[in-house]
């Protein structure tokens, strides 16, 4: 089996656009003030500013892994400063690879108000396509390992994608010879 992806991954745009921001903000004082140091200055905080913004405005939905026979390769989005770093470095990424064999048990997590997508353990789908990607519910499966950690795996942005959610569900559940539940949030 080749690899399926699921969730996003950040890319070289936000990284590319908050270097432009520094540079032009840097040239600009330049041209006005011939300062160079100040022009220095203002370019880096230029720069680190809009790498902010874009940590800060990046939504929930930013959670690639990808799952393959062997293993399931995780990027951990959720926390603040790892975003921030990875619009700055993009290419230096946390990889976390979980075996099959590691994984003590399996909840899909559906958020509050939200029904999971048809097929996917029993549950049924009504909110319309258009506006799902827009909510802010969580949707995910949720990992816990023999170790003690437990990784959530994004499914909020393929949340359509029944069929493949269900076929890796399964592949999960059979690899590591453990049941799934499902886990409606109150919060």
């Known amino acids: 089996m080749e690899s399926i992806g699921f969730g996003r991954k950040i890319n070289y745009v936000p990284m590319a656009i908050s270097l432009a921001v520094g540079i032009i903000v840097g040239l600009i004082t330049l041209i006005f003030t011939h300062a160079a140091l100040l022009a220095v ?25 990808e799952i393959n026979d062997k293993e399931i390769k995780a990027r951990n989005y959720q926390n603040f400063a790892v975003r921030f770093q990875t619009v700055l470095i993009p290419f230096i990424e946390d990889e976390v690879k979980i075996k099959y064999s590691d994984i003590k048990a399996l909840t899909v997590v559906v958020g509050k108000n939200m029904n999971a997508p048809a097929n996917i353990l029993g549950g049924s789908f009504y909110a319309p396509k258009k506006i799902m990607f827009h909510l802010p519910t969580p949707y995910y499966l949720n990992l816990k390992l023999k ?36 886990v409606k949030q109150e919060n």
């Open 41 to 65: 200055i203002l370019g880096v905080t230029g720069l680190v500013v809009s790498a902010l913004l874009f940590a800060q405005s990046m939504s929930d939905f930013y959670g690639h892994w």
């Open 147 to 182: 170790d003690g950690r437990e990784v959530n795996l994004d499914l909020s942005v393929d949340w359509d994608d029944s069929e493949t959610i269900e076929y890796i569900i399964a592949l999960i559940c059979s690899e590591a010879e453990i049941g799934a539940e499902i």
